[in-house]
């Protein structure tokens, strides 16, 4: 049996002293980038196809993919424990998960573990995805229970932006450190990115419940500006694509397969990104002092507040709590099961061409073209613009508050995500396909970021993680139905079609490996936005 109080004392270890609510959210970007390796799955998608490597058909590699996105959106177990356990315990040990798992199907990839099966593989992307899990509900919950709810939308789109960044951000600095290599990639994320989060993870802090939800007691104005962050968001999503497609599109000879860029620009590159990097540690000090001494007496000031104070802010806070809804009854409402079906359809279609995106890319390559360099930049596009997806989308649900509520938001992506499925039915070349992924993951974004600030403002924040999670399992659950069992089939039963001479028994060619599949997508985010509608029309009371 598990020990609470053996956590709680070495909890207590850490808080010599308290960071700011502005050095934790610099933190919880930095984990989110080191956690957001599940979009990063069509780069090492290809390994597992591979004759050379393990050589699994489409269905098999769906397979592998829908269980690091069940793994992804099953975080209602990680946000139990956050409930028990709390904000450091949760994150550290889904670091470590991470590795550990990324680490083994690194070694079934190489060959070290002999004839590793699908299921072997499946497990360890589990594993590692669900490790990602854990440390973005901790990051999340916190967020939410740190910054008062005028500005839930902001800090919770700029904590899920930079988890759908995570994916482009990786590969431009493995890139820019070393020669492409799928296997390689993995070792790279098993061994550093896990190192790094347990060192950023030492400056997470919990505020007082007297302090969550009111700016009054730190050296700030009373409504901050969240312009530094956005104008560092703009940054990030104009220099990491644009380094991406100068470094694959202009320095790699694509038509005759050689994909190895000068080192000179992918150096030069990674410096700037670095440089870009570091303004994330230095924002935080825009906002006052970053620490906060655990001993009140020696403070003299406003910093915390006097008794009196702190008693009515914890009694506001408490009421605030008492309005909230457990996961065992959130599950009994009607209003919880429109949101999940609509976040299960709208996210099943949108990991449908995020899981695939090689594969999609290769059938319109054809047998002879190397692809490579088209693949990562559609990874990338695919990573950036779920970050813009999910930063834009969190900002403009509070600016817009008085006049859109936050269902509207998932009736606009729900819409996007349609015509682009629509567009991609009715045929496409890889000049539209760049178009219509770069749609795909701003809808898919936008929907992530939507979805933790919606459970918030519908059951409240005292039992968020738990309620989120449940919500977030959706994603996985449209992951195995329509990225899985449904994309899988259809192009299986395409190879055959297309290649009866025998040759590439793995690989589908053709318009025709996808259509069927995203006339499908089509469908279902049409029925999504029919049950955000009426999402929209119960909630309406609410805002």
């Given at each position: 049996?598990?020990?609470?109080?053996?956590?709680?004392?070495?909890?207590?270890?850490?808080?010599?002293?308290?960071?700011?609510?502005?050095?934790?959210?610099?933190?919880?970007?930095?984990?989110?980038i080191?956690?957001?390796?599940?979009?990063?799955?069509?780069?090492i998608s290809?390994?597992?196809?591979?004759?050379?490597?393990?050589?699994?058909?489409?269905?098999?590699?769906?397979?592998?993919?829908s269980?690091?996105?069940l793994?992804?959106?099953?975080?209602?177990?990680?946000?139990?424990?956050?409930?028990?356990?709390?904000?450091r315990?949760?994150?550290?040990?889904?670091?470590l998960?991470?590795?550990?798992?990324?680490?083994?199907?690194?070694?079934?990839?190489?060959?070290?573990i002999?004839?590793?099966?699908?299921?072997?593989?499946?497990?360890?992307?589990?594993?590692?995805?669900?490790?990602?899990?854990?440390g973005?509900?901790?990051?999340?919950?916190?967020?939410?229970?740190?910054?008062?709810?005028?500005?839930?939308?902001?800090?919770?789109?700029?904590?899920?932006?930079?988890?759908?960044l995570?994916?482009?951000?990786?590969?431009?600095?493995?890139?820019?450190?070393?020669?492409?290599?799928?296997?390689?990639?993995?070792?790279?994320?098993?061994?550093?990115?896990?190192i790094?989060?347990?060192?950023?993870?030492?400056?997470?802090?919990?505020?007082?419940?007297?302090?969550?939800?009111?700016?009054?007691?730190?050296?700030?104005?009373?409504?901050p500006?969240?312009?530094?962050?956005?104008?560092l968001?703009?940054?990030?999503?104009?220099?990491?694509?644009?380094?991406?497609?100068?470094q694959?599109?202009?320095?790699?000879?694509?038509?005759?397969?050689?994909?190895?860029?000068?080192?000179l620009p992918?150096?030069?590159?990674?410096?700037?990104?670095?440089?870009?990097?570091?303004?994330?540690?230095?924002?935080?000090?825009?906002?006052?002092?970053?620490?906060?001494?655990?001993?009140?007496?020696?403070?003299?000031?406003?910093?915390?507040?006097?008794q009196?104070?702190?008693?009515?802010?914890?009694?506001?806070?408490?009421?605030?709590?008492?309005?909230?809804?457990?996961?065992?009854?959130?599950?009994?409402?009607?209003?919880?099961?429109?949101?999940?079906?609509?976040?299960?359809l709208?996210?099943?279609?949108?990991?449908?061409?995020?899981n695939?995106?090689?594969?999609?890319?290769?059938s319109?390559?054809?047998?002879?073209?190397?692809?490579?360099?088209?693949?990562?930049?559609?990874?990338?596009l695919?990573?950036?613009?779920?970050?813009?997806?999910?930063?834009?989308?969190?900002?403009l649900?509070?600016?817009?508050?008085?006049?859109?509520?936050?269902?509207?938001?998932?009736?606009?992506?729900g819409?996007?995500?349609?015509?682009?499925?629509?567009?991609?039915?009715?045929g496409?070349?890889?000049?539209?396909?760049?178009?219509?992924?770069?749609?795909?993951?701003?809808?898919?974004?936008?929907l992530?970021?939507?979805?933790?600030?919606?459970?918030?403002?519908?059951?409240?924040?005292k039992?968020?993680s738990?309620?989120?999670?449940?919500?977030?399992?959706?994603?996985?659950?449209?992951?195995?139905?329509?990225?899985?069992?449904?994309?899988?089939?259809?192009?299986?039963?395409?190879?055959?079609?297309?290649?009866?001479?025998?040759?590439?028994?793995n690989?589908?060619?053709?318009?025709?490996?996808?259509?069927?599949?995203?006339?499908?997508?089509?469908?279902?985010s049409g029925?999504?936005?029919?049950?955000?509608?009426?999402?929209?029309?119960?909630?309406?009371?609410?805002?």
């Amino acid at each position: 049996m598990i020990n609470i109080d053996f956590f709680k004392k070495l909890n207590v270890l850490f808080d010599w002293f308290q960071f700011s609510r502005w050095v934790n959210l610099a933190a919880f970007c930095f984990i989110s980038i080191f956690c957001g390796t599940g979009y990063a799955f069509g780069i090492i998608s290809g390994c597992l196809k591979d004759e050379a490597g393990l050589g699994f058909s489409q269905s098999q590699v769906n397979i592998v993919a829908s269980s690091g996105n069940l793994g992804l959106y099953l975080s209602v177990i990680g946000g139990l424990f956050y409930q028990r356990f709390g904000l450091r315990w949760t994150a550290s040990i889904g670091c470590l998960m991470n590795g550990f798992g990324m680490f083994f199907m690194y070694l079934c990839a190489n060959g070290t573990i002999p004839n590793a099966t699908v299921w072997l593989v499946s497990f360890f992307n589990f594993i590692s995805q669900h490790g990602c899990c854990w440390g973005t509900t901790a990051c999340i919950s916190a967020a939410v229970q740190s910054f008062p709810d005028s500005d839930r939308g902001k800090v919770v789109g700029l904590v899920k932006g930079f988890f759908g960044l995570g994916s482009c951000y990786q590969t431009a600095i493995y890139t820019g450190l070393f020669s492409p290599s799928e296997i390689d990639f993995m070792l790279f994320y098993a061994i550093l990115l896990p190192i790094l989060s347990i060192l950023v993870i030492v400056f997470f802090s919990v505020l007082p419940n007297s302090m969550r939800n009111t700016y009054k007691y730190d050296f700030i104005p009373l409504n901050p500006s969240f312009t530094p962050w956005a104008i560092l968001c703009v940054a990030f999503a104009f220099y990491l694509p644009l380094s991406v497609i100068i470094q694959n599109l202009v320095f790699c000879a694509d038509d005759i397969g050689d994909c190895s860029p000068s080192p000179l620009p992918r150096y030069l590159f990674l410096i700037g990104l670095l440089i870009l990097t570091s303004v994330i540690c230095f924002l935080p000090s825009l906002y006052g002092p970053m620490t906060i001494p655990i001993d009140r007496q020696l403070i003299t000031g406003e910093l915390f507040p006097s008794q009196q104070e702190q008693t009515e802010d914890e009694e506001k806070e408490e009421k605030s709590d008492n309005n909230s809804i457990p996961i065992t009854q959130t599950i009994k409402t009607f209003t919880f099961w429109l949101l999940f079906l609509s976040a299960t359809l709208i996210a099943g279609c949108g990991l449908v061409v995020i899981n695939n995106i090689t594969q999609i890319t290769q059938s319109l390559s054809g047998p002879n073209t190397s692809y490579l360099s088209k693949k990562t930049v559609m990874v990338s596009l695919i990573g950036v613009f779920n970050f813009v997806g999910r930063v834009l989308c969190g900002m403009l649900s509070d600016v817009l508050s008085p006049y859109f509520s936050r269902p509207c938001f998932i009736i606009f992506w729900g819409i996007v995500m349609c015509i682009t499925h629509i567009v991609l039915y009715f045929g496409y070349n890889i000049n539209t396909l760049y178009f219509c992924v770069s749609l795909i993951g701003l809808s898919t974004g936008g929907l992530f970021a939507t979805n933790p600030a919606l459970v918030a403002d519908l059951f409240g924040r005292k039992y968020f993680s738990s309620n989120f999670g449940a919500v977030d399992f959706g994603g996985a659950i449209g992951s195995i139905g329509l990225a899985t069992l449904v994309t899988g089939s259809i192009y299986d039963s395409q190879i055959s079609n297309n290649n009866s001479d025998g040759s590439d028994r793995n690989v589908c060619y053709g318009l025709n490996c996808f259509s069927e599949t995203f006339g499908i997508c089509s469908i279902c985010s049409g029925i999504a936005i029919f049950l955000s509608i009426i999402l929209w029309l119960r909630t309406r009371h609410i805002y």
